[in-house]
């Protein structure tokens, strides 16, 4: 900005960061697409895990649904008396939400 005095210098100083500022943001991480994954079933104490994580019980996934990142996943359902469920999904996007029906089976006497 040499040879350039008060408000041009100012303004051009104040373009280039906003432009600067502008490109930043369209650099920053991007939130990988989801899928819903949306389960019914019981019992509702049961536990609902996604890829050895911890997701919730069953009755509040249930209610409200897990995000699923777009690829494949191990889901394991499981409460204390019941056989574990276990199922392989695959989240698509753009394919609508991963809809799982699970019924546990009682371990028999």
Do not use: Y
């Given at each position: 900005?040499?040879?350039?005095?008060?408000?041009?210098?100012?303004?051009?100083?104040?373009?280039?960061?906003?432009?600067?500022?502008?490109?930043?943001?369209?650099?920053?991480?991007?939130?990988p697409p989801t899928v819903s994954?949306?389960?019914?079933?019981?019992?509702?104490?049961?536990?609902?895990?996604?890829?050895?994580?911890?997701?919730?019980?069953?009755?509040?996934?249930?209610?409200?649904?897990?995000?699923?990142?777009?690829?494949?996943?191990?889901?394991?359902?499981?409460?204390?008396?019941f056989l574990p469920w276990d199922?392989?999904?695959?989240?698509?996007?753009?394919?609508?939400?991963?809809?799982?029906?699970v019924k546990l089976v009682p371990?028999?006497?």
């Open positions: 900005m040499t040879g350039m005095t008060g408000a041009k210098a100012w303004g051009l100083s104040v373009l280039s960061g906003a432009v600067l500022a502008a490109g930043l943001v369209g650099c920053g991480p991007r939130t994954m949306r389960v019914t079933g019981g019992p509702d104490n049961a536990t609902v895990t996604v890829d050895d994580q911890f997701v919730g019980s069953l009755a509040v996934v249930a209610a409200r649904g897990v995000a699923l990142p777009v690829g494949v996943h191990h889901v394991t359902v499981e409460a204390a008396g199922k392989t999904v695959e989240a698509k996007q753009g394919e609508g939400p991963v809809r799982l029906d371990i028999p006497d």
